[in-house]
């Protein structure tokens, strides 16, 4: 296992060169390189520079890559350009490491890293090598993915600082408000019949789904991706079924429970498992979110257990279950090597990390702990304390200050990674950046450490608060008229506000029957009510949502009118 790896989807990397041939058409250029091939090559560009990538650099660099030339190959001819050289200078292989951890990665290497590469330069690999590994490595992706995001092609050139992108979190929460990804037909080839104790069978696209998600969770720590294990499927269905039959969660389902098997046994001992209320589909995106943040996770709180899985560095395989919005992610016990095991690649794994979407660290309702495990140097290591002496700060970067830190908590048990440091922090807010400092962690050889990172918790960018009005939905001055069109449709309207407002809804029924939602211009969530209500409201842009749904997704059942008078 090399320290940091290309991404296994990234079969174009060095070990296969590609022959593309670049063609015309109508006489313009048509580029062959996709998307996340030119993001590598970007990558690439600057981790050799320490600098992003001129356009007409990157563009010739994208022919050559068309041409036949492999991301190796190109990663050789940084290495001998004069400004590759005298960026670097005649450095020895271990100095050469150093100075990649420091230009590509932003950090210090850890010595287990610096040693392992070192040993590869000793053997068979080249320097140019090193550099394609820690360019396309799954860290510094985390790292330049917002740099690299727009990456489009137009009049006949690649560039990415201008095309708009939907971003994949964003397009996410929006997935999920609709509940799109809930119904039979998506989630079931083969209908669960709780009843009868069948656990019935997922359809790929489910499957698909909670994988998908789980990887781009793990892609914002720059841990590897997994791959999906279907043989275990059977075992993380039956796993859902005994727990949605009971209504309970156990992790040691007994014989004598209803729909116990051997089945339902093995899975639930050797899974993250998650029960919602009713008896309705949940989409497999919100139980990996929810295994993430952990924050409903009442009876050991801080010890986060289902995320330190999630977050393993060696996980390597998912099979995932769900019956009725009871849920399964096997996480351990796959029968075979992960692939994702040998030397390690990281050298901790930090909750939230860098720039994070607030939906997996909410600042209001059940706290989420923020969190921190150092990877040993070798994966069998026993159970090591770090934490015992460790101090946390998180100041706001902007002004210094500093944030309350409390219920500090550590273990070394056996979820995923054998060591956790977690904490509360009191009154952070969404579009900051915060310094995270552990300081006084105690290492294996007796060396003390401090870790620093920063934390953006993304939430403008990603919230969508405006919805599609249909036809015959209508606004006149500050009153608003529809319908809806669907039990979890949404209408939203545009209002110039200040002062002491009044709202009020009506509809067929003698209450309200709907719910009014009130976000100001940065977003955030004023009012949400069923009932009339007024605010004192700052002068400003105001989004109203009429919906028969609230921001938790409790809808009322029956209406179809509807009309709000602001005044």
Not at 131 to 138: G, I, W
Not at 264 to 281: E, M, P
Not at 418 to 425: A, E, G, M, P
Not at 526 to 546: C, H, I, K, M
Request: glycine residues 8%; contains cysteine.
């Amino acid at each position: 296992m090399s320290l940091i790896p290309f991404h296994r989807d990234r079969n174009f990397l060095y070990a296969i060169t590609l022959l593309l041939l670049c063609t015309l058409s109508s006489g313009s250029f048509a580029s062959t390189a996709d998307v996340e091939e030119v993001r590598s090559i970007a990558r690439l560009y600057s981790a050799a520079f320490d600098r992003e990538p001129k356009v007409g650099g990157l563009n010739f660099w994208v022919d050559a890559y068309e041409g036949g030339r492999s991301l190796v190959s190109i990663a050789n001819k940084f290495y001998v350009s004069p400004e590759f050289i005298s960026r670097y200078g005649p450095l020895d292989d271990r100095q050469y490491i150093e100075q990649l951890f420091r230009n590509v990665l932003g950090r210090e290497g850890a010595e287990s890293g610096i040693t392992f590469w070192v040993n590869k330069l000793a053997g068979s690999a080249s320097r140019a090598v090193a550099l394609a590994r820690f360019a396309d490595s799954p860290e510094n992706i985390t790292k330049t993915r917002e740099t690299f995001a727009n990456m489009h092609f137009a009049n006949d050139m690649w560039s990415y600082d201008e095309a708009p992108q939907e971003n994949y979190w964003k397009q996410l929460l929006k997935e999920i408000k609709s509940g799109e990804f809930t119904s039979d037909q998506q989630m079931y080839t083969h209908l669960p019949d709780v009843p009868n104790c069948d656990p019935g069978s997922l359809t790929e696209l489910a499957r698909n789904r909670a994988l998908e998600v789980l990887n781009h969770v793990r892609e914002l720590h720059g841990l590897y991706p997994v791959q999906y294990e279907s043989f275990h499927d059977a075992e993380a269905q039956s796993s859902a079924l005994v727990q949605r039959a009971n209504n309970y969660l156990s992790h040691f389902p007994e014989p004598g429970d209803k729909c116990y098997s051997a089945l339902a046994a093995s899975g639930s001992a050797s899974s993250n498992l998650s029960l919602r209320g009713g008896s309705g589909n949940e989409d497999p995106a919100n139980d990996i979110l929810g295994w993430t943040h952990d924050r409903y996770n009442a009876a050991d709180l801080m010890a986060a257990g289902h995320r330190r899985w999630v977050l393993h560095p060696e996980l390597g395989y998912l099979a995932y279950g769900q019956v009725r919005g009871a849920a399964a992610q096997k996480v351990f016990e796959f029968g075979v090597l992960s692939l994702n095991s040998g030397a390690p690649y990281l050298e901790f794994v930090a909750y939230p990390y860098q720039n994070y979407p607030y939906v997996l660290a909410e600042n209001t309702g059940p706290p989420t702990p923020w969190s921190l495990s150092m990877v040993p140097a070798v994966s069998s290591s026993p159970p090591f304390d770090y934490f015992s002496g460790a101090v946390i700060t998180v100041k706001e970067k902007a002004s210094g200050k500093s944030l309350t830190v409390r219920n500090q908590y550590s273990d070394t048990q056996g979820f995923g990674i054998s060591n956790f440091l977690s904490w509360l922090v009191d009154d952070y807010q969404y579009d900051t950046e915060y310094t995270v400092e552990v300081s006084n962690i105690r290492m294996p050889g007796g060396d003390i450490r401090t870790v620093e990172y920063f934390v953006n918790l993304e939430y403008f960018n990603i919230v969508t608060v405006e919805e599609p009005l249909e036809a015959g939905d209508s606004k006149v001055g500050n009153e608003f008229r529809g319908s809806f069109q669907t039990g979890t449709d949404a209408d939203s309207y545009v209002a110039e506000l200040s002062g002491v407002t009044r709202f009020e809804g009506q509809s067929i029924f003698s209450n309200q029957a709907f719910f009014i939602l009130l976000y100001d211009e940065r977003k955030q969530l004023v009012r949400s009510s069923d009932v009339a209500f007024q605010e004192n409201l700052t002068p400003g842009s105001y989004t109203v949502v009429v919906s028969p749904c609230d921001e938790d997704g409790v809808c009322y059942q029956g209406v179809e009118d509807y009309t709000v008078i602001i005044n």
